[in-house]
């Protein structure tokens, strides 16, 4: 089955500065990509996502990227607030199987 | 627009007593339903998938049990709670054809302690 690795485990940046958070996975028949935030004691939200054909996708501060080849893909969080302080979760899904496989998340922390 | 409710939003139980959890889906059919544990500090375990009504998977062989008695209700049931069943137990749903196929939204949660 699908293996997804997310690196880092936790995350500490001054305010303004730039986050990244990396994934890795194993299924090369994985063609979807989300990216949730889960503040605490809420359910995760979709942020962004990104699917197979694609290299790349950004949305105003936040953007994605996939390397197919590499079997990796990255969260990439500009001008970072303290509001983006939460747990950021990658995952990969699999049309065929119909689930999704979860990194065990990122706790992002963005010091005022 | 699709919203998606879970209750009860706490819940706490002693071992060896039942549970039920309750997931609710609005705004869509057809859609498929999850359903993830999370222990404190740590990622999602899922636990059932389902792709229709009747059809459940089981990903972790333990003492729940889901249900999905229709198209957009999906239960997850112990008939007897272990110590190790708390956590926060999340349910989630996506759609199947459409082009936000694989997209999967949560609902806000239940935080079961068994004691």
């Known amino acids: 089955g699908e293996n997804v690795e997310q690196h880092p485990s936790t995350l500490s940046v001054q305010e303004g500065d730039s986050a990244v958070i990396k994934c890795t996975y194993s299924?090369?028949?994985?063609?979807?990509f989300p990216w949730y935030k889960q503040e605490l004691g809420k359910g995760p939200q979709l942020i962004i996502d990104?699917?197979?054909?694609?290299g790349e996708k950004k949305d105003q501060r936040i953007a994605v990227t996939l390397n197919k080849t590499a079997k990796h893909f990255s969260l990439h969080i500009t001008e970072t607030q303290p509001e983006d302080s939460a747990v950021y979760f990658c995952?990969?899904?699999?049309?065929?199987?119909?689930?999704?496989?979860f990194g065990d998340g990122t706790t992002l922390t963005v010091k005022p | 627009s699709q919203t998606i409710h879970q209750w009860p939003a706490t819940l706490v139980q002693p071992v060896g007593s039942p549970l039920s959890l309750e997931c609710t889906v609005e705004?869509?059919?057809?859609?498929?339903l999850y359903w993830y544990r999370q222990a404190a500090g740590r990622g999602l375990q899922l636990l059932f998938y389902?792709?229709?009504?009747?059809?459940i998977s089981s990903e972790v062989p333990q003492n729940l049990s889901a249900s999905r008695p229709q198209d957009r209700q999906f239960i997850l049931s112990s008939k007897k709670l272990l110590l190790s069943d708390s956590g926060f137990y999340l349910c989630?749903?996506?759609?199947?054809?459409?082009?936000?196929?694989?997209?999967?939204?949560f609902g806000p949660g239940t935080r079961l302690t068994v004691l």
């Open positions: 989630a749903w996506s759609a199947v054809r459409t082009s936000g196929i694989g997209r999967q939204f």
């Open positions: 299924d090369s028949a994985s063609n979807y």
């Open positions: 990104i699917r197979s054909n694609v």
């Open positions: 995952a990969g899904y699999n049309t065929n199987a119909g689930k999704s496989t």
């Open positions: 705004g869509t059919s057809n859609p498929n």
């Open positions: 389902s792709v229709g009504i009747g059809q």
